[in-house]
């Protein structure tokens, strides 16, 4: 009864989540107002900003991550639970169960929500905001997709998907695993560099042009008196990746050398690492978002800085050197080489 009432509920949820996903598109999203000029934009027009402006990395990075993606996670889900409701289990049913499992870490439409609240905060006293009704649907479609995820119980469905289908999980191939999460590493402490010693973002006012680093970003914040969003800001884009990194490098080193010590401790530690690292993401949207919504030509308009770009890898390489390490091999030791 338990189970059969949790999925009436996340096909509820979905279709709610759906109906207001499309309800969130046609209609005004926010709109700036400045020195008697005034922008208003969509979800899709803020988007295609990007892309005009010639940032089509994150123009593609927003589009996939708080429209396509979290659409294809619930149109994925619906397709295998409408079905199960009377009965019918769908072909590759266990295909798509592994499909949506891969999805959901790059479904952000919740931290696209926050980091456009960040987004008000930072502005709103340069000038009039207002939002419209799609951001009220986007809130709901973020509400109710949020929702649905509390219902999906992840370690319920891979148990299913061993039991009732034919794939046969893959061998451990530790020195892969551990050789691939390694470069992945290395490339983000590569990148975290640049991400933080070039501007983010770059603000002309009137003709004169100011860039802003992130911790620049977060300064001006807490000068300003926003203490709580400087704060925010200061933990995902500082906290949190270089903890991600750290944490990783040492778990990584500890199956490289066949440690056997604190093997739940280090299975928490992994799974913060992957429940953390997404969120730094934040200041990523936060320039997507006030590069969509301020061009307002010569008397106020942002463009992104190099280090919007290195960050959003940082944040890419992190997640997928997560991905990559195979926590199996926290619990065997036989399969770990020693190096």
Not at 262 to 267: C, F, G, K, S
Not at 282 to 307: C, K, R, W
């Amino acid at each position: 009864m338990h189970r059969q009432h949790a999925l009436q509920w996340i096909c509820a949820l979905a279709v709610s989540a759906l109906i207001f996903l499309f309800a969130a598109l046609p209609f005004e999203f926010l709109s700036f107002s400045a020195g008697g000029q005034t922008q208003n934009i969509d979800l899709l027009a803020g988007i295609d900003v990007l892309f005009i402006e010639d940032y089509a990395i994150l123009g593609l990075l927003q589009i996939m991550a708080i429209l396509i993606l979290p659409g294809l996670i619930l149109i994925s889900i619906l397709v295998i639970l409408i079905p199960l409701q009377f009965g019918i289990v769908m072909p590759k049913a266990d295909y798509i169960t592994q499909f949506i499992l891969h999805l959901l870490p790059w479904s952000m439409a919740e931290i696209f929500l926050i980091g456009v609240l960040v987004s008000l905060v930072k502005i709103s006293s340069l000038a009039d905001i207002a939002v419209g009704p799609s951001f009220y649907a986007f809130l709901l479609f973020t509400l109710s997709m949020s929702a649905m995820l509390m219902f999906f119980d992840e370690h319920q469905l891979r148990i299913a998907i061993q039991q009732k289908s034919r794939i046969t999980q893959k061998p451990i191939n530790a020195s892969q695993s551990i050789q691939t999460t390694w470069a992945l590493l290395i490339s983000s402490v590569l990148l975290y560099i640049p991400a933080n010693v070039l501007p983010i973002m770059v603000t002309k006012t009137l003709g004169d042009e100011k860039a802003s680093t992130i911790i620049g970003g977060v300064i001006l914040l807490w000068q300003s008196g926003s203490y709580p969003i400087a704060l925010i800001i200061f933990v995902a884009s500082v906290l949190v990746p270089v903890a991600k990194i750290v944490i990783l490098c040492w778990l990584n080193y500890s199956v490289q050398q066949g440690h056997q010590q604190l093997n739940r401790e280090r299975m928490r530690w992994y799974r913060l690492t992957e429940f953390i690292g997404r969120w730094s993401m934040i200041d990523v949207f936060v320039v997507a978002v006030l590069v969509s919504l301020i061009q307002l030509g010569n008397v106020m308009s942002i463009h992104p800085g190099y280090a919007a770009i290195a960050f959003c890898a940082v944040v890419i390489v992190t997640m997928l050197a997560a991905m990559s390490f195979d926590t199996r091999l926290i619990w065997h030791k036989e399969n770990t080489p020693h190096e």
